[in-house]
């Protein structure tokens, strides 16, 4: 891993693998850039670009502040372009899922003329309050915070009424439960995109979401209707948690996007 130091001094890790036009992975909540190993993408998509892996301020190898105020989407934003800055990558494509897609969304709109493609899974405009409560169960940051990752894990697979993945799983494990906290509690008072920012938007655009993924499904297609030049891939039988791992529907509509000119 590779590391640079934000412009508040946190220290962000980053992995590269590949070589061709650039392309920045940014992973959801929780989990780390390992994910898109994990999941295919990066040998699915290595041999035609350059990738780019941030893990973000208070997951994977990054710094872990305890304090909310370090977090938020501004900040997170500040973290990609200090890892771009330090590789002099002008324009790249975006590829993010959840958190990653909401900090590529916020990226695009604060500085457009560093993209050149976009892909956002799991994706939502709107303003972040009780999201999280949406996505894994009512309460779930103070149950991080104050019982702890097992107990917060426990809480969320109660909730979908499944087990989760081995793999998501031991990341998450493998949080500061403390900084996670913070990092939520941070998020969850952001406001929303503006539709004019997203009618702004000129890069071409995926955006992917799963048939059972509750309110960010609407969301999703919210924001593929409002970004101009933007094509919606609904994939089937998956929720938040599983739509990532639906490698084979997802990978072929990134790789198509990628390469189109």
């Not at 997170?76 to 372009?81: A, G, N, P, R, S």
């Amino acid at each position: 891993m590779d590391r640079v130091s934000s412009p508040d001094g946190v220290s962000i890790a980053y992995r590269e693998v590949g070589d061709g036009t650039p392309v920045v992975l940014l992973h959801p909540s929780g989990l780390s850039q390992a994910v898109w190993r994990a999941y295919g993408f990066v040998a699915g998509l290595r041999d035609e670009h350059r990738l780019v892996m941030p893990d973000f301020r208070g997951h994977g190898h990054s710094d872990r502040p305890h304090d909310p105020a370090a977090y938020g989407m501004r900040r997170l934003v500040d973290d990609i372009i200090a890892v771009l800055d330090v590789l002099g990558l002008d324009r790249v494509a975006l590829v993010g899922y959840s958190l990653g897609s909401r900090a590529a969304l916020t990226l695009a709109a604060t500085h457009p003329d560093r993209l050149d493609r976009l892909v956002l899974g799991g994706t939502s405009s709107r303003p972040l309050r009780g999201a999280f409560d949406e996505l894994f169960f009512p309460g779930c940051v103070a149950v991080l915070r104050e019982e702890g990752t097992a107990a917060f894990l426990d809480g969320w697979q109660r909730q979908r009424g499944t087990s989760l993945d081995a793999g998501s799983r031991a990341a998450f494990e493998a949080n500061d439960p403390q900084a996670l906290a913070a990092y939520m509690t941070s998020v969850d008072a952001e406001p929303g995109v503006p539709d004019t920012d997203l009618a702004g938007i000129a890069a071409p655009t995926l955006a992917f979401v799963g048939s059972d993924d509750g309110g960010r499904l609407e969301d999703t297609r919210h924001v593929a209707a409002t970004i101009p030049d933007c094509r919606l891939l609904v994939v089937d039988g998956t929720d938040h948690a599983t739509t990532l791992a639906a490698t084979a529907t997802v990978l072929p509509a990134v790789r198509e996007l990628l390469a189109a000119r």
